[in-house]
């Protein structure tokens, strides 16, 4: 097989990666930390909202998770943060939470 079918092969079956700079990074995992942790607990083992561990989040797609952190939901206290991140902030944070305990 070419050495390009290859490439390609293995660009396709992994997932993108958020595009974040690395100053900004620091700041995201600050805010996962305070921000989010205030309502779904410093650990991210639950609280006022539910679990954002990576088991908890094992079922869910970075996309769908990276809409929630961007646009809340209605009629709960998950407030939208579109003001405060980019798309690509909140798909960073969305993929940072789905393999967070691996990192610990």
Known sequence: MPRTSVLL????GT???AD?????VVALEHLV?????SCH????KGGLGRPLTAEA???AEPD???TIILDGIPGTAMPPWRPLLTEDEALWIA???????SKQ
């Open 9 to 12: 092969l293995l660009m396709l």
């Open 15 to 17: 997932p993108a990666i």
């Open 20 to 24: 974040v700079p690395p100053e900004r």
């Open 33 to 37: 930390t305070q921000d989010c942790g």
């Open 41 to 44: 607990g410093l650990t991210l």
């Open 57 to 59: 989040l094992a079922h």
């Open 64 to 66: 769908g998770l990276a």
């Open 95 to 101: 993929q940072y939470l789905k393999t967070k305990d």
